[in-house]
């Protein structure tokens, strides 16, 4: 069973940067496009950005210039680049499959907390 493993998070001042990690416990990058995703309190879960097994990158467009994915083959993990960050970047970030999440590949996420 796949297990994926978020981590990287931390609390942060605005305009600062964070690189999270996503480690999955084995090679499903090769045929699924692999997203960030993110829950603040009292809110939705929104994807933010999501890299395609070719590796092409996509962004919501509240973290476009921002935020960078990328991913490492050889590591089975899955990073994001968060840069210029913001006060409503807060939340619990996630990683899974897109566009259909796999319930059991859920981890336990990471916090990223902005202050201002």
């Known amino acids: 069973q796949v297990q994926l493993v978020e981590s990287g998070g931390g609390l942060v001042q605005a305009g600062g940067s964070l690189r999270l990690s996503c480690a999955a416990s084995e090679n499903i990058f090769r045929f699924n496009a692999m997203g960030w995703y993110r829950q603040a309190p009292g809110k939705q879960r929104e994807l933010v950005a999501t890299i395609t097994s070719g590796g092409s990158a996509v962004y919501a467009d509240s973290v476009k210039g921002r935020f960078a994915i990328s991913r490492d083959n050889a590591k089975n993990t899955v990073y994001l680049q968060m840069n210029s960050l913001k006060p409503e970047d807060t939340a619990v970030y996630y990683c899974?499959?897109?566009?259909?999440?796999?319930?059991?590949?859920w981890g336990q996420g990471t916090q990223v907390t902005v202050s201002s």
């Open positions: 899974n499959r897109v566009p259909d999440v796999i319930a059991t590949w």
